[in-house]
């Protein structure tokens, strides 16, 4: 069956955050008394916020992890202007809307933090929806996010093909059925994704849109 509907994640997919994103959490982490090893909380980063804090931090009560979510969000704003999309980036998804794919930005980031890497991305013409997390209530892994980007698409999951960086997005692509692509560009390894589901894996937005007739 045709791909009608790719499915991107964002952050360290299509836009390069995710090294931005330890660095905020690691500072939010400090101002609460708490010292977390940068390469730990990176392997974190990808999945839903709750489960990131109890990873990394252990069970905390909710007036803690909502200061750290805070703290986050205002430290990675700070950080917004060193945010940039990834060679080619813009031009994949171009490439996609003009062939007749839906592209459809699966993501659970915040409105504030969608709206950053939108602007950083640049191509709100090739986009067809997109997710936020006002979709759900549960980030990736689990996959409600793609079954709400499924649903704005108007696409089976036979019919789609999910694009992520981290073993959370590969993780939520398998449970939602829906064929995965992993990309190295978020700093997972390549085993790490084809382990979780990835059926290939590419260094980045660049070399997908190279070998795009033979993938998709």
């Known amino acids: 069956m045709s791909v009608s509907t790719v499915l991107f994640d964002v952050d360290g997919t299509l836009v390069d955050s995710n090294f931005l994103h330890v660095d905020a959490w690691q500072q ?16 974190a ?20 992890t909502g200061r750290a979510k805070e703290l986050h969000s205002t430290y990675y704003r700070q950080l917004a202007p060193r945010l940039r ?14 062939r007749g794919v839906r592209v459809v930005l699966a993501t659970s980031a915040p409105d504030d933090e969608l709206e950053i890497l939108l602007r950083a991305l640049d191509c709100g013409d090739a986009v067809y929806a997109t997710t936020s997390a006002t979709d759900v209530d549960e980030a990736k892994p689990d996959p409600g996010i793609l ?24 993780e939520a692509a398998a449970r939602a059925r829906v064929r995965s692509i992993g990309v190295l560009c978020g700093g997972t390894g390549a085993a790490e994704l084809a382990a979780c589901g990835a059926s290939e894996v590419f260094n980045d937005p660049a070399a997908l849109l190279g070998q795009i007739d033979e993938v998709l």
């Open 28 to 43: 939010a982490f400090a101002d609460l008394g708490e010292q977390v090893d940068a390469w730990r909380i990176h392997r």
């Open 85 to 98: 999309a990834f060679d080619h980036a813009a031009d994949l998804l171009r490439v996609l809307s003009d």
């Open 147 to 170: 079954k709400v980007a499924l649903d704005r698409a108007g696409t089976r999951p036979a019919e789609a093909v999910m694009i992520g960086d981290s073993t959370w997005d590969i």
């Open 45 to 64: 980063i990808g999945q839903d916020s709750s489960r990131l804090l109890h990873a990394l931090v252990g069970e905390r009560d909710d007036d803690w």
